[in-house]
């Protein structure tokens, strides 16, 4: 203690010398920022530069102090003797933090605290470097107060990069009102097992929709301009392959070709760089043996000579410690360090391994002027942000933070989201004036509604489809019970659940899964748990909880299957994480729906589709498999195709793209045109239904000869339109070279000349327009 005493009392002594010195060059906000950038570097000292590649975990960084916010004793020592250049997580709220709705910070405490770590840190250090704050951020910032909006793979069910653009937005000023500068997310994984635990961060199955999504979502946290008052650094996650893996297991394995690699998984990360991305994180898998984390091909070839990118790169959190514990190809956490900041990864997330790298530079394992490159990285983009010369943010305004316009741009995205599977008779919309039953797991369960990577919420923030019910028809016309629990056996009332749906004209059962950590739970000092042992949990999703199966778990289907012995209609719900089996709903419900994880205001945008408030147009973003002996299922394969099992068919229950409307459209008028160096697709949509209506026109085309095997169809555009009934809307697409373009035999990316066939509709089945594109 009296040594860290010490320390803190020379680096303030050291501090108010500095300040009494003139502006040293690197203060100086008229010069360019290489200069100040070259300067500050030159005056740095080996553990300085180092401390500025570690980012730690710093929710246990503060203490609150009534109203206050103070730096804790655990800052200030690692700050003393680590010279820490970035923080994560400061502000987060879960289980695993420990920090909880009276334990954590508020939007406002959270403020004061980051104004409090800044200021300890550029008063307290020699050279009075501001620090970067990193938080989660894939679905809205994951802090106490903020709003959460749909995960991933619901906001790639909108169809509309607009909508997340927007979202985006809100997420990047709800993180910076509060003092932090780095958003993690978008998620960009390709996901193609549906068994993997972190489908519903991702943005589905294919390239080219999560490619336009992650652009959107880059450019509403700011699109790489920094020096915009509420721009955050953008994240993207996880380079590469990680969606992917053997099993669906997380971490495992990726068996991915170059070809694929360079076709469908780096196209969506190449997109969001060029919308202005400037940080990537490594995965925790490995291609071909590499591990992602030590590969210099991913980083320094790839990412940075071949595309320009000049952001930089950080571990996913201890994946650098993976390096050497998980996949074996280092003898120790030093020798795995070395290898990470060679391969092109300029921050240690979790902090442990680049801490070894001091030592490795004295024993002359690793180049001080290596370490310098990744150290400008980081420096460059605090400059550009502006932090040393606005390092603190206005307390008061942080008070916007999950205001009720943010809010309401969460609810137009739920809206967006849900998507009709099936309407047997038209059975929705629902009237008014019916009696409903509400069944199921997810019918009231708020933190179902949300997905993985969500803070504690108070009671009455999040809408569950119970509460959208009856605020939409009244409580006295609603009946709720519960049913069962997604996994958990005890403590069931099936019978109860009957009886209801024999009062009710509709039954509306709510099933699926859940990625909610549990926020009800004490924990120990520790961090163990105190739960009653006959307990389960609801969560089936979310970070490493990986499926064998697809099916519902727990008591659901006999709840389902009694449900339907009533006679009654009845409606299926499905609040997922991950494209779950519906087979025998498809079968035996009269409607079906899924609503993935839709965010906070998910209950109330249920409620608006089923009493026809809203007319649904939601599309999938990921094939819905019929068996899981049918993985994959993604419906961008390369020819063959496939043929059909003993047992069943290979085609999915339900296709990519697909989703049905309360009206219908016809699609006419195919035109395609020579325009400049590109092609013009022209053709008319017309709602012939009796509902306006939104339609997501979906174009995909076909290579029929080709010097490599392509895939039978793949997405090369789409558009989300509204059009009122009996309306006519032109749509035009434009498709350039890098639509039309192949990864060939020489692994370069060509427009070999040809016919490419080209297909309009709806849907990935449902393709009534056919053309054909001729290149010369």
């Known amino acids: 203690m009296k040594r860290l005493i010490m320390t803190a009392a020379i680096v303030c002594m050291a501090g108010i010398q500095m300040m009494a010195q003139p502006k040293l060059p690197y203060r100086n906000a008229s010069l360019p920022i290489e200069e100040r950038v070259s300067d500050l570097l030159s005056r740095m000292t080996l553990e300085e530069k180092v401390g500025q590649l570690r980012c730690t975990l710093a929710w246990n960084y503060y203490d609150i102090k009534g109203n206050k916010v103070v730096p804790s004793s655990t800052f200030m020592k690692d700050i003393a003797e680590g010279n820490i250049g970035m923080l994560w997580a400061t502000y987060r709220a879960c289980p695993w933090t420990r920090k909880s709705l009276a334990t954590g910070l508020t939007p406002t405490l959270a403020a004061k605290a980051g104004n409090a770590l800044q200021r300890y840190v550029i008063e307290h250090t020699r050279l009075g470097i501001p620090l970067f704050l990193a938080e989660e951020a894939p679905h809205g910032h994951m802090a106490i107060g903020t709003t959460v909006f749909p995960t991933g793979l619901g906001m790639a069910a909108t169809w509309s990069t607009a909508t997340a653009e927007a979202a985006a937005r809100v997420t ?73 893996t053997e099993g669906g297991q997380n971490g495992n394995p990726s068996i991915v070709g170059e070809r694929d690699l360079l076709q469908t998984f780096f196209p969506p990360f190449k997109k969001a760089v060029d919308a202005g991305a400037l940080s990537v994180m490594t995965s925790y898998n490995s291609l071909d043996g590499i591990p992602s984390t ?143 039953a509400v069944v199921g797991p997810n019918a009231d369960n708020a933190y179902n509604m949300l997905g993985d990577y969500t803070s504690p919420q108070p009671d009455g923030k999040v809408k569950t489809v119970l509460a959208g019910i009856k605020a939409k028809i009244g409580e006295g016309q609603v009946e709720y019970v519960k049913g069962c629990a997604v996994r958990d056996t005890n403590n069931c009332n099936i019978e109860a659940a009957v009886e209801a749906a024999r009062r009710a004209d509709v039954v509306v059962a709510v099933v699926g899964g859940s ?77 079906l729906l899924t609503a993935y994880y839709p965010g906070q205001e998910g209950g109330t945008a249920v409620a608006d589709v089923l009493f026809g408030d ?20 993604y419906y961008n394969k390369r020819a063959p195709k496939p043929h059909n099992y003993v047992e069943m068919s290979a085609a999915p229950l339900y296709a990519f793209g697909y989703g049905l409307s309360y009206t219908q459209f016809a699609y006419s008028n195919l035109a395609i045109a020579k325009k400049g160096d590109a092609y013009s697709v022209t053709f008319d949509v017309k709602n012939v239904g009796e509902r306006d209506g939104e339609e997501v026109a979906q174009l995909y085309i076909h290579d029929q000869v080709a010097s490599v095997s392509q895939p039978l169809l793949q997405l090369k555009k789409f558009d989300r339109l509204s059009i ?49 594109l001729t290149v010369e």
């Open 172 to 244: 990047a000023k709800e993180v910076r009102l509060q003092g932090a500068h780095i958003s993690y997310g978008p998620v960009l994984d390709i996901s193609r097992d549906p068994r993997w635990s972190r489908v519903e961060e991702s943005y589905g199955e294919d390239p080219v929709l999560t490619g336009e999504m992650g652009a959107a979502i880059v450019r509403g946290l700011g699109g790489g301009k920094l020096s915009a008052p509420y721009a955050t650094l953008a994240t993207l996650k996880h380079f590469i392959a990680y969606g992917t």
């Open 614 to 633: 809203y007319n649904p147009a939601g599309r999938l973003p990921i094939s819905v498999a019929a068996n899981v002996g049918q993985l994959p299922v």
């Open 294 to 436: 030590a590969s210099g091909e991913l980083y320094n070839d790839i990412l940075r000579r071949r595309w320009g990118f000049r952001g930089f790169v950080v571990s996913d959190l201890y994946s650098i410690d993976g390096i050497w514990e998980t996949h074996h190809v280092a003898r120790d956490l030093q020798e795995a360090g070395v290898m990470a900041l060679r391969a092109g990864v300029d921050e240690d997330l979790g902090g442990k391994a680049y801490a070894q790298l001091i030592a490795a530079v004295k024993d002359g394992k690793l180049s001080e002027k290596e370490i310098d490159q990744a150290c400008g990285r980081i420096l460059r983009l605090k400059f550009e942000m502006g932090l040393f010369e606005h390092p603190y943010v206005d307390v008061k305004a942080a008070a916007e933070v999950g205001c009720a316009d943010n809010a309401a741009v969460a609810l137009d995205a739920a809206r967006k989201l849900v998507t009709l599977l099936k309407n047997k008779d038209n059975t929705l919309p629902l009237r008014r004036d019916m009696r409903v």
């Open 515 to 591: 990625s909610a950590r549990d926020f009800k739970t004490s924990y120990k000092a520790t961090g163990a748990a105190e739960a009653d042992v006959k307990s389960v949990s609801d969560m089936d999703c979310g970070e490493g909880y990986d499926r064998a199966t697809l099916s519902l778990l727990g008591r659901q289907m006999e709840l389902l299957q009694s449900l339907r012995k009533t006679g009654k209609p009845m409606v299926v719900i499905y609040i997922e994480g991950r494209p779950m089996d519906k087979s025998w709903a498809a079968a035996n419900a009269d409607a």
């Open 724 to 772: 009122a009934k009996g309306e006519t809307r032109k749509v035009e697409f434009i498709l350039t070279a890098e639509d039309l373009a192949i990864i060939d035999r020489n692994m370069k990316s060509v427009v070999e000349p040809g016919d490419f066939d080209i297909m309009v509709g709806g849907s990935s089945d449902n393709l009534p327009l056919r053309g054909v």
